[in-house]
């Protein structure tokens, strides 16, 4: 099936670095959502963004919807020893309630 | 916020047996749930789209008659892997979305299959 360009597929960083991950598509979708996933468990919606060139922040998560539609980026500030995971953008069609995943990105934080 | 329940979380067992993971919605009538796979180091895959009272949507390469979906109330789904063989472990996980074509899926906690 189809999957989304999501990059850096990982990143090992110290706490207290900002992270910037990105999706990018050849397609158009309506909604963008990002998601994090550990071990064993399934993914957490952080962010929904609906409308382009949106901008929104949940605590110290920032996420915005490209204005062309075919792009999503997550950015996480002063990182912290729980933010450790795998975080997935996911995009959704117009009137499709199906969810295209990207690839993932791996965050480890160095102690 | 909306809670996805999923059950088991793990199961182990014999090739050739059939297994059932279930998922349900807690606070919300999950009008269309969606059944994921996800191998080691990979991402989610979509299996099936499955909405209430009508037959699951199966995506391509998906075959139908291995893998069941029953959605026979707002609340469960259900997911039976036929004749499990060792190259269906993996992790299944469950989605659900309510009536609000906008709301967001939520996830359940995935069930580990491992088929020996």
């Known amino acids: 099936g189809q999957q989304l360009n999501q990059s850096p597929q990982s990143m090992f960083i110290q706490e207290g670095e900002d992270v910037s991950m990105n999706c990018t598509s050849s397609?158009?979708?309506?909604?963008w959502l990002w998601y994090k996933q550990e071990p064993g468990e399934g993914p957490v919606l952080l962010i929904a963004?609906?409308?382009?060139?949106e901008l929104t922040s949940n605590g110290r998560l920032t996420a915005q919807f490209g204005i062309t539609r075919k792009d999503s980026f997550l950015n996480i500030s002063a990182s912290i020893p729980s933010d450790v995971g795998i975080y997935f953008c996911?995009?959704?069609?117009?009137?499709?309630?199906?969810?295209?995943f990207g690839t993932g990105t791996r965050l480890t934080i160095i102690p | 916020g909306a809670v996805v329940s999923q059950h088991p979380s793990r199961v182990i067992c014999k090739s050739g047996t059939s297994v059932k993971i279930e998922c349900r919605s807690l606070?919300?009538?999950?009008?269309?749930m969606f059944w994921y796979r996800q191998f080691p180091k990979q991402s989610l895959m979509l299996m099936a789209t499955?909405?209430?009272?009508?037959?699951?949507?199966?995506e391509q390469g998906v075959e139908k008659d291995k893998f069941l979906i029953n959605h026979a109330s707002l609340t469960l789904s259900t997911l039976t892997v036929t004749s499990a063989h060792p190259e269906d472990s993996s992790f299944y996980i469950c989605?659900?979305?309510?009536?609000?074509?906008?709301?967001?899926?939520?996830f359940g906690d995935g069930t580990r299959l491992s088929i020996l």
């Open positions: 989605s659900a979305t309510g009536t609000n074509s906008n709301q967001p899926q939520h």
């Open positions: 397609s158009i979708f309506n909604t």
């Open positions: 963004l609906y409308k382009a060139g």
């Open positions: 996911a995009g959704q069609g117009f009137g499709n309630e199906k969810l295209t």
């Open positions: 606070d919300f009538q999950a009008t269309t």
């Open positions: 499955s909405n209430e009272g009508s037959k699951a949507t199966y």
